[in-house]
């Protein structure tokens, strides 16, 4: 249980974490999650997952490198979520010619259409871990029946205060199961060499 002293730091650090603090982060470019290109792991299950009219939200999205793979593969209903209007604006220009994506500057918390797909990309890592189970309860319903969370987490702690905010496999088998069928949860095999032994791969279906 959090003493008093701990309750008022996580609500410091829930409070921090809002549409100015990530566009700040943009604005300065502090943007160490970034690297620059898709996600090998990501692009790999993309390849393989067949459905190429299916609704697909990527919250946080960033600088949307898997949109790009989704284009090449002739997907055609593709979606961006951001809280940043600095990175949404770039991100618009950069698909100004691709119909088949739509960019949204919003709050995650706040967006309520259904999707097959959500792909997960250093979205949950940048949330105060208080959100966690708000996190696993919105995307469950913002799921449509037998939809997929597919993505990577963090399979270490980190020794600043965050973010990112890191977790365990026990974790996150416990946070997500009640909601979802593990499919795949399991070390990355392809991750980026920086992270290399410390991301799971997650395929999670809707109970």
């Given at each position: 249980m959090l003493n008093k002293d701990?309750?008022?730091?996580?609500?410091?650090?829930?409070?921090?974490?809002?549409?100015?603090?990530?566009?700040?982060?943009?604005?300065?470019?502090?943007?160490?999650?970034?690297?620059?290109?898709?996600?090998?792991?990501?692009?790999?299950?993309?390849?393989?997952?067949?459905?190429?009219?299916?609704?697909?939200?990527?919250?946080?999205?960033?600088?949307a490198y898997e949109a790009e793979v989704l284009l090449s593969l002739s997907f055609t209903n593709i979606h961006l979520l951001d809280i940043s209007p600095k990175i949404v604006k770039t991100v618009q220009e950069k698909f100004t010619e691709s119909p088949q994506i739509k960019v949204i500057c919003g709050d995650y918390f706040n967006h309520h259409d259904l999707y097959d797909l959500i792909i997960e990309q250093t979205f949950f890592c940048a949330l105060s871990p208080s959100l966690r189970n708000k996190y696993v309860t919105h995307t469950y319903n913002i799921l449509k029946p037998e939809g997929r969370v597919i993505g990577l987490l963090f399979n270490k702690q980190f020794d600043q205060s965050g973010p990112p905010y890191g977790g365990s496999e026990e974790e996150y088998r416990k946070l997500f199961s009640p909601y979802f069928k593990i499919q795949t949860m399991e070390v990355c095999y392809n991750s980026i060499s920086p992270r290399l032994n410390s991301e799971l791969f997650i395929n999670l279906i809707k109970s």
């Open positions: 701990e309750h008022i730091k996580e609500a410091n650090s829930d409070c921090c974490l809002d549409q100015n603090y990530w566009e700040q982060r943009w604005k300065s470019g502090n943007t160490g999650w970034d690297i620059g290109h898709p996600s090998v792991a990501l692009a790999e299950y993309i390849k393989q997952y067949t459905k190429k009219d299916a609704q697909i939200l990527i919250p946080g999205c960033g600088s």
